[in-house]
């Protein structure tokens, strides 16, 4: 879920929506403050979670726990978006105008041009909504492929259901990273920290507990015992029982006024300032050529119609349809390299991005972290640490991360799995990021209660006042510190991840512990991990560096071990920041200094996210890749999210982009076809801008030295539609591999460039067409008026076919790179059509005049010296510029 909203302004909607809201409202309020016994009879759910059988009776009445109204992306939504752009909106207008002039106020009515204006906008919009339910329904195959899960009991067993399958009495069990699944009042909380800022705007996670202490008219979102569907667990661990589902949640009910459209990046507002620009070139021209047409010509009916269509003729409506169909074919090709994009505008700034942030852990490093040694503080083995460690790992009910299951599993090895048997737990005090560690409270069989802590070594030091050594307890002084940290310090230089285990006996006789109670312990030892490099991750990142990404590491974990396996990957280490570098520094300070450093460690999510935005305000377009809780600032912060399959909720929840697979390779494949779908994108922008300002150049010429119109309206309107035909493989079109080797960025000012450049060769081979059918054809009377339009027509309609192959490549097209099949096939039936027309009969059809042979040659001498031109304008346009597309 997207949580990017914007107000309805319709009254009667806005009515209905407050009046949702107030229920919805006046509902969480009573279920938060019932009685937990009167609160499972009203959701007919018990301590046991819901029957089978109830649960299906619950979800035949409430339905899926998914949000639907305000959905945007219904069949609905779909075709008014594929009928509704602007381009559509002015040939609808033209249209009508048209119906006016050519039908409702002409005494012989003549259809013919209304219904060209109106097939040219059924085709578009028919072709953008066909594309967009492929599209559609290439995602929903796709989303299937990642699922949220949660956990809810049963009949008494905990099992795990996909989110939507929730319903109203689900008793769930919540944990740090996980998406609260609906509206939920909690019955039992461990150090609650829930981040819900996407409804209440609240920076800062707030705690959650099972006994609240606010009044009864404090404001919904101030209830402490109640979790809004669109929020997360930070921190800590919750039993919770479901109020409310999908359309019913509190979000639910505020849905039909909000908006799921997310804010535009750079190459689609790049896109929408081309296509302004082409509008208002349109609209300029259109009294340009109706006055000139008008006052040379007396006949201001023709003028208007000839002005009416050279509008449309102006008008890119294909635009939408590529920027569609080539998004769409972007999308199912990433899948097919195991990449699937929840965002399809986020295709292009995959291609877009220079520098791309990672996590270490899984993504250099092989996801297999192995428990290499368990030592006491001389570096000497000692079962007795693993044994800690494994009692602290094992009764922790949150989330267990990859180091927790290293330590069950080597526990497991050892023999030392029945061992925990003997304890139960009391209490545990959470992890979370600022603390760097987690605790356990347990009692064993004679009563004896005992504390234990595992975390980053200088936080368990910090907090603890004693060490054990050699069966002896002793004060923490200065030399048995120096001692410990030479330990670490040695192991950790040796590639090893460390993690420092400290215990207390004198344990209060309390239920409830806090992080208070993490004091004056006795540190015991290290335990110390191996997490291999892929052997992939090497190759990866130096493909990555070939092709203009940079990769930069951004690591919670300790300098000595992100240098080891940075160095072995192909990342640079001469310069390392860590978080205590990144917070010195001032945000300025910070955006210069991450220009030399391509690893960062020891940070925290906060300084991850500070650092992505540091890349940011020093022009990089960047991707940050993370699968844990502590990634979803970052992610959210990077101009594109990339996660995984098997990443916490959140951290899903947050990407554009999901891996199915953790590696590299897949991801720098996936950056490719975001650069080929950029490339199509630009090959038909830069075609369609040019073209159309050579036309604006070429009209206002023959309209100002021609007695008769160069075109009739119902000839441009053909060619127009024969045009939009040939440009449709666009999407389908191999890209040059030399485009691929950079990132491609939005530039506005390069296309106008380019227009500057191309249109006025399109118009110099329009006026030297119109030379040779005025003295070489003859065509120089108003009788033959329909010859010189022919020749133009086919001229114009050839030429623009040639031109995609002209500027598709910055290569000497058909010999050094070749189109696609799926850009030959129409192209070819276009220019076969086209020449048809001309030269036949069948050009009547259309007011022309067939064609003589002998325009044969000069047709070919035209096209040809086109072509000839278009390259070596191509080749000073690369000289000078650098670049082609």
Avoid at 253 to 262: F, I, N, P
Avoid at 410 to 435: C, H, M, W
Avoid at 680 to 691: D, E, F, L, P, R
Avoid at 712 to 736: A, E, K, Y
């Amino acid at each position: 879920m997207k949580f990017a909203l914007k107000f309805s302004p319709r009254n009667t909607q806005s009515k209905q929506i407050q009046k949702n809201k107030n229920e919805s409202e006046a509902l969480l309020r009573s279920y938060a403050f019932m009685e937990s016994g009167a609160l499972y009879e009203a959701l007919s759910s018990s301590p046991q979670g819901l029957t089978a059988e109830m649960a299906e009776e619950m979800q035949d009445e409430h339905g899926k726990n998914i949000i639907t109204a305000g959905n945007h992306n219904s069949v609905w939504h779909r075709l008014r978006e594929a009928v509704i752009n602007p381009f559509n909106v002015v040939l609808l207008l033209i249209a009508v105008i048209t119906l006016f002039t050519d039908v409702i106020s002409s005494s012989r009515p003549d259809y013919l041009t209304v219904s060209i204006i109106l097939s040219l906008v059924i085709l578009s919009s028919l072709v953008a909504f066909v594309q967009g339910q492929r599209s559609n329904a290439a995602a929903q195959r796709l989303s299937q492929m990642i699922s949220n899960k949660a956990d809810v009991w049963r009949e008494g067993k905990l099992i795990e259901i996909s989110m939507d399958a929730v319903v109203p009495g689900d008793l769930v069990k919540l944990s740090a990273g996980d998406m609260i699944p609906a509206d939920v009042r909690f019955l039992s909380t461990k150090d609650t920290f829930v981040a819900q800022a996407a409804l209440t705007g609240e920076s800062n996670p707030v705690e959650k507990f099972s006994k609240p202490k606010n009044k009864p008219d404090d404001p919904l979102t101030d209830l402490q015992n109640i979790g809004f569907m669109g929020s997360n667990i930070v921190s800590g661990s919750a039993t919770a029982l479901v109020l409310t589902t999908g359309n019913d949640t509190y979000f639910g009910a505020m849905a039909k006024s909000l908006s799921g459209d997310r804010a535009k990046n750079s190459f689609e507002r790049g896109v929408d300032s081309v296509s302004g620009l082409l509008i208002r070139l349109m609209l300029v021209m259109i009294p340009i050529v109706l006055l000139i047409n008008g006052f040379t010509k007396n006949d201001w009916a023709g003028a208007l119609l000839f002005a009416i269509s050279i509008a449309v003729g102006l008008t890119p409506e294909m635009l939408p349809v590529i920027m569609t169909s080539t998004l769409a074919k972007g999308a199912v090709s990433m899948s097919k390299h195991e990449v699937i994009v929840k965002t399809l505008g986020a295709i292009q700034t995959f291609g877009e991005m220079d520098v791309l942030c990672t996590d270490k852990t899984g993504t250099l490093t092989d996801d297999k972290i192995i428990l290499e040694k368990y030592m006491n503080l001389y570096g000497e083995d000692d079962s007795r640490i693993l044994s800690h460690a494994y009692r602290n790992s094992y009764f922790q009910t949150g989330l267990k991360n990859l180091i927790d299951l290293a330590i069950i599993n080597r526990a497991a090895q050892n023999g030392l799995a029945e061992t925990v048997s003997k304890y139960t737990l009391v209490d545990e005090i959470p992890f979370d990021f600022a603390r760097r560690r987690m605790s356990v409270v347990l009692r064993d069989v004679s009563g004896k209660r005992q504390l234990i802590t595992k975390g980053a070594v200088e936080e368990l030091i910090a907090i603890s006042s004693y060490v054990e050594m050699n069966g002896s307890i002793l004060p923490l002084d200065e030399k048995n510190r120096r001692l410990a940290l030479e330990t670490y310090e040695k192991h950790n230089a040796e590639g090893l991840r460390m993690l420092a285990v400290a215990q207390k006996n004198e344990v209060p006789g309390i239920e409830a512990f806090s992080v208070a109670d993490e004091c004056d312990m006795v540190l015991l030892g290290f335990v110390g991990f191996l997490d291999p490099p892929k052997e992939s991750a090497k190759a990866a990142i130096a493909a990555l560096k070939e092709h203009g990404v940079r990769t930069v590491v951004l690591t919670g974990d300790s300098e000595g071990v992100a240098v080891k396996v940075c160095n072995k990957v192909g990342v640079r280490t001469e310069r390392l920041f860590t978080g205590k570098d990144v917070d010195a520094l001032s945000d300025a300070a910070l955006a210069q200094a991450v220009e030399g450093c391509d690893l960062f460690a020891k940070l925290s999510p906060a300084q991850k996210e500070r650092v992505v935005k540091a890349f940011q305000t020093a022009g990089h377009t960047v991707g940050y890749m993370g699968d844990g809780i502590n990634d979803a600032p970052p992610l959210h912060q990077a101009d594109v999210g990339i996660s995984v399959d098997s990443a916490v909720d959140i951290a899903k929840e947050t990407a554009d982009i999901i891996l199915l697979k953790k590696d590299l390779m897949v991801l720098e494949e996936g950056v490719m076809e975001g650069r080929r779908t950029f490339g199509n994108i630009i090959k038909y922008i830069k075609m369609a801008a040019s073209g159309n300002f050579g036309n604006m150049i070429s009209v206002v010429a023959a309209s100002i030295f021609l007695p008769f119109l160069p075109m009739l309206p119902v000839q441009i309107l053909t060619q127009n539609l024969l045009c939009d035909f040939s440009s449709m493989g666009i999407p389908f079109d191999r890209v040059d591999e030399e485009y691929l080797q950079k990132p491609r960025k939005w530039e506005t000012g390069s296309i106008k460039t380019f227009m500057a450049f191309m249109g006025p060769l399109s118009s110099i081979f329009d006026i030297l067409c119109y030379a040779i059918m005025w003295w070489a054809m003859g065509a120089n009377r108003m009788e033959l008026a329909p010859v010189f339009q022919c020749g133009w027509f086919v001229f114009g309609t050839v030429s623009q076919v040639l031109v995609i192959y002209m500027i598709r490549t910055a290569k000497v097209p058909f010999l050094q790179s070749k189109p696609a099949f799926a850009l030959l096939l129409p192209t070819l039936l276009v220019a076969a059509v086209t020449l048809l027309v001309g030269f036949t009969g069948l050009s009547r059809g259309l007011d022309l005049m067939p064609l003589s042979l002998g325009f044969t040659p000069w047709l070919a001498a035209l096209l040809a010296g086109y072509c000839v031109c278009a390259q070596v304008v191509k080749k000073v346009y690369i000289r000078r510029f650098g670049e082609w597309l």
